[in-house]
């Protein structure tokens, strides 16, 4: 059993499940070949099909149905050989058709199971019902006029990827879970871009409450949720909303609901249809989709390395903490990153990968992230290359510079964009390694210091550090701590 919601009248259980449109990576609509390309001034990117124009006649577009295995077999789902297209008929003044045409009972990806891991370490398995190849519908634009409502085509015919799980989520958090590994899962397959902001991936989410172990209470949905932030809103207000309305004597109605951002709760749209409102059947224009066994297995063996197998062999082979390889490869983007610049710098320094490993994996989630975070910029726009940073990293490895020498390189390197070997040289920033002239250093700070040498010598030993910083502070930081500590241990000791 999840977590419980307290009640003034006992204990609550929620059900959760999501509802996930991710828009296919595809040059072109599901059913004609106009452009969907972001941004696109109103209406320059429909053609006759996506327009219903009379006598105009959809053809599939192959790439969309790819796309589609793909991810079915990234979320390790059912495909189904053999799936049809039906029409879905419902009005929109942006549905030019009079119907979506849409999967229902035959979709092309069936059921599947994902694990998801949650922030406290723990795992739930999360059901997937199936994933359908849709067309979206247009946009409405109530704000460009006083009395009158415009319609932008431009969306009308993209091909989505509808992802609906099964009710076998409790919480908010898993919600988030859920929705966060089916982003990373299209990211990593190539399959949607994960766009949030861009509207290119959202979720309906359904939510009803029930008393521990009692079937289940009525859904209500709340459509076109943008965010990961967002859906855990709508759950939270939800549920509360939920259990109030109950405890205080009233019905919940099955109904659509919209989030509202300002206020973080939900409002009534319009009561939620059933499945034969919409008097779904088979879309007469488009034959069943049929495809081989060697086409899937094809497209198998093309699947790129996913999310939780770099993982496990980040842990593995480059022996990083289970906590920095899931940062890693949270987004794409930070693993491709990360896997160029421990190879640039496998290459700069002749160090086998797996002494490196550690060293670049904690610069990257540590320094890096944390000069990204501050900027506001995400590791696609660093100011730092990946040829710099493996400079920066491969000075540190040959004793060059300190590692905190580095960090102040490091800081110079995202105001200036100049090289590492520049600022170090400029700057006057190398390390001192000369063991004469360190010696030499060491002889003046015991003989300034001969009563704290009597001390350490009668069992202070925590002065050590005292020297080591008396050391460091005469050479600006620059004195290599291991010469130091080579040369300074011996010196106390005798």
Known sequence: MGKLYQGATGDWEAVIGLEIHAQVISESKLFSGAATKFGAEPNTQVSFVCSAQPGM?????????????????????????????????????????????????DPIVGEGILTVELDDGSTKDIGVERLHLEQDAGKSMHDQHPTMTYVDL??????????????DMRTPEEAAAYFKKIRSLVRYAGTCDGNMDQGSMRADVNVSVRRPGEELGTRTETKNVNSI????????SEIRRQIDVIEDGGVIDQETRLFEVATGTTRTM??????????????????????SHEFVDKLAKEMPELADAKKARFIADLHITPYNAGVLVAE????????????ATVEKSAKPVSELGTLVSN??????????????????????SISHAAEL??????????????????????????????????????????????EAMIDEILAANADKVEEYRGGK?????????????????????????QLLRPKLDG
């Not at 009079?98 to 999967?103: F, K, L, N, P």
């Open 270 to 291: 319009r009561s939620k249809e059933e499945a034969h409102d919409y008097r779904y059947f088979p879309d007469p224009d488009l034959l069943p989709l049929e495809f």
């Open 393 to 438: 990293l491969c000075l540190q490895l040959d004793g060059t510079i300190s590692g905190r020498i580095a960090k102040e390189v490091f800081e110079s390197m995202l105001d200036s964009r100049k090289s590492p070997e520049e600022i170090v040289e400029e700057k006057g920033l190398k390390q001192v390694s000369d063991t004469g002239e360190i």
């Open 57 to 105: 006649l959809p053809v599939i577009n192959d790439e969309c149905v790819r796309q589609a295995v793909r991810t079915g077999l990234a979320m390790g789902c059912q495909i189904n050989l053999r799936s049809v297209f039906d029409r879905k008929n419902y009005f929109y003044a942006d549905l030019p058709q009079g119907y979506q045409i849409s999967q229902f009972k």
């Open 461 to 485: 030993d925590k002065l050590y550090g005292f020297f080591v910083g008396q050391v460091m502070k005469k050479t600006g930081g620059k004195a290599n701590p291991q010469v130091v500590n």
């Open 332 to 343: 794409k983007e930070s693993a491709d990153y990360f896997e160029e610049l421990l190879a």
């Open 229 to 236: 932030r967002y859906v855990m809103q709508v759950v939270e």
């Open 363 to 384: 610069w990257v989630t540590g320094d890096l992230f944390g000069a990204l975070k501050k900027l506001g910029v995400g590791i696609t726009d660093s100011p730092v």
């Open 154 to 167: 431009n969306r009308s015919g993209v091909a989505l990827m509808e992802i609906v799980s099964k009710p």
